[in-house]
């Protein structure tokens, strides 16, 4: 950060400090560049201030990332259920082997 970006954003500084003593100091850069480029890896607000680009939801994204945590659901309750089958009866008295 430039130091007056340092002045004026003292917690921010701390925080981006302390990434830079747990992780490779270059990928943060590499981060913070990226999002005042535009890309969404990096944003920060203090004081009135912000840098880098917030994060904006990709809705088609977020319907997509749902639609698969409901498919995996499902298979792993089909999963549950052909490991602990017993086989039912169905109205007739016949062995009914669907799951339930």
């Given amino acids: 950060m430039s ?4 002045q ?3 917690l921010v500084t701390e925080f981006i400090d302390a990434l830079r003593e747990h992780f490779p100091p270059a990928e943060v850069n590499a981060a913070i560049r990226a999002g005042m480029d535009g890309q969404q890896t990096f944003w920060a607000s203090e ?11 990709n809705p088609v994204a977020a ?6 945590a409901v498919l ?4 792993a309750a089909q999963r549950d259920c ?3 089958r017993q086989p039912q009866r169905n ?3 016949g062995a009914d082997d669907r799951c339930r």
Avoid: C, D, V
């Avoid at 130091?3 to 340092?6: E, F, G, I, P, V």
């Fill in 72 to 75: 995996w659901a499902t298979a």
């Fill in 8 to 10: 004026s954003m003292p």
């Fill in 63 to 68: 319907e997509a990332e749902a639609a698969r």
């Fill in 82 to 84: 052909q490991r602990e």
């Fill in 91 to 93: 109205a007739r008295g």
């Fill in 47 to 57: 004081g009135g201030i912000e840098i880098g680009a917030r994060w904006q939801p």
């Fill in 3 to 6: 130091r007056n970006l340092r």
